[in-house]
């Protein structure tokens, strides 16, 4: 009888023990507010937004220990839209990120499923629109650097090292899965960054092939998350903050060329482009300042400088792009906003990049929009 209670006080003791290496936490962010913006095709709207700012998320994560600095970690993010309850990502459940993988303290991490590429991972954090819970409408025009995070990739198996003395990099290759065509509608990216004591520093490459007809790649066209449909989409870019009390400054610079770009997706609405060949620079200076522990202050200015070459002549657009945001929390979870931004589009000619269109609003019917918004966003 007592062996067997013995056992009975052992087996328990290990399931306790098992059970205290595994965890598995629900997470979220939901963002709310009230959108202004001035000549969205041609009129002023205001509108009940969700994820002005932060894309409000759903998630599940969790992460098994396996001994000797060893484990199995998951997670599965939904993006939603808080105004009316939808998916976000190609209206896919868990269209943010979903993928498996293994984690050791001294090798990194290796995952698999659908992810972000190493622009999202080592360079947006430095950017005004991808620091902290992220800013999408002070993302540059049309987010086409993708530090916004605007669209995430299928199929992708990414290496993320330790983090080894500040320094951190890391590669991802998103598979075709096209039966021959190996190279239809595949992505990869890498990228590194470092930091040490008030500096910090990063870099990355991205690539993401064509569509053509394969639909089970690297990025669906049903996910109309991506703005450009192009034949290949190549993005280079590098930043750094630097903070100094309770003040952060940063300077950050990327390029991207769009090679054969069939159409321009805006706000659910499609533009032909003519086959068309663009580039643009990137270039952001953005701050921030704390008031009080609970106060703050930041903000980003963007000058985009691009080079136009198709069916609708050769241009050069340029925009100007000024975001300002004031920040207070409540709480540890929750804080209220206001923020504004006024774009300015110059020199596109009878293109559709001649109109400021400030992201994830209707583009504006002019060479100018404002933009204001005041919100809410609570985490859990």
């Given at each position: 009888m007592k062996k067997t209670l013995l056992v009975a006080a052992l087996s328990g003791a290990f399931a306790v023990?098992?059970?205290?290496?595994?965890?598995?936490?629900?997470?979220?962010?939901?963002?709310?507010?009230?959108?202004?913006?001035?000549?969205?095709?041609?009129?002023?709207?205001?509108?009940q937004g969700s994820n002005a700012l932060s894309q409000s998320v759903f998630g599940l994560q969790g992460s098994e220990d396996l001994g000797a600095g060893n484990r199995a970690i998951f997670k599965l993010e939904s993006g939603i839209n808080v105004n009316s309850g939808s998916t976000h990502y190609g209206n896919t459940l868990f269209g943010r990120q979903s993928y498996v993988g293994l984690s050791n303290d001294q090798y990194g991490t290796l995952t698999l499923g659908r992810q972000f590429d190493s622009m999202v991972d080592f360079v947006s954090p430095l950017s005004f629109t991808g620091a902290g819970?992220?800013?999408?409408?002070?993302?540059?025009?049309?987010?086409?650097?993708?530090?916004?995070?605007?669209?995430?990739?299928?199929?992708?198996?990414?290496?993320?090292?330790?983090?080894?003395?500040?320094?951190?990099?890391?590669?991802?290759?998103?598979?075709s899965n096209a039966t021959g065509d190996f190279a239809e509608n595949r992505a990869y990216s890498l990228g590194a960054s470092y930091k040490n004591g008030p500096l910090s520093v990063g870099a990355g490459y991205m690539q993401l092939n064509g569509a053509?007809?394969?639909?089970?790649?690297?990025?669906?066209?049903?996910?109309?998350?991506?703005?450009?449909?192009?034949?290949?989409?190549?993005?280079?870019?590098?930043?750094?903050?630097?903070?100094?009390?309770?003040?952060?400054?940063?300077?950050?610079?990327?390029?991207?060329?769009?090679?054969?770009?069939?159409?321009?997706?805006?706000?659910g609405n499609s533009y032909s482009v003519g086959g068309a060949n663009l580039h643009l620079d990137n270039y952001e200076l953005n701050g921030r300042y704390a008031l009080t522990p609970a106060l703050s202050l930041q903000g980003a200015y963007t000058f985009t400088d691009g080079k136009y070459?198709?069916?609708?002549?050769?241009?050069?657009?340029?925009?100007?792009?000024?975001s300002l945001e004031s920040d207070y929390a409540l709480s540890k979870r929750t804080d209220v906003y206001v923020e504004g931004v006024y774009q300015h589009a110059a020199d596109g000619g009878g293109?559709?990049?001649?109109?400021?269109?400030?992201?994830?609003?209707?583009?504006?019917?002019?060479?100018?929009?404002?933009a204001a918004?005041?919100?809410l966003r609570h985490r859990f």
């Open positions: 023990t098992a059970h205290a290496q595994s965890s598995v936490t629900l997470y979220g962010l939901l963002d709310a507010g009230i959108v202004y913006s001035n000549n969205a095709g041609g009129h002023n709207q205001w509108q819970d992220r800013n999408a409408l002070a993302a540059h025009p049309f987010d086409n650097d993708n530090l916004g995070a605007s669209f995430s990739t299928n199929n992708s198996v990414k290496y993320t090292s330790a983090n080894l003395a500040g320094l951190q990099f890391g590669g991802q290759y998103s598979f053509g007809s394969n639909t089970s790649g690297a990025v669906l066209a049903s996910d109309n998350d991506n703005a450009f449909s192009a034949q290949r989409q190549r993005v280079w870019g590098a930043g750094a903050n630097y903070t100094f009390g309770p003040a952060t400054v940063g300077f950050v610079w990327t390029h991207t060329q769009l090679d054969n770009i069939g159409s321009l997706n805006v706000d070459e198709g069916s609708l002549g050769n241009q050069s657009p340029k925009w100007q792009q000024v293109t559709p990049f001649g109109d400021a269109a400030i992201n994830t609003l209707s583009p504006s019917s002019t060479d100018n929009q404002v918004t005041v919100g």
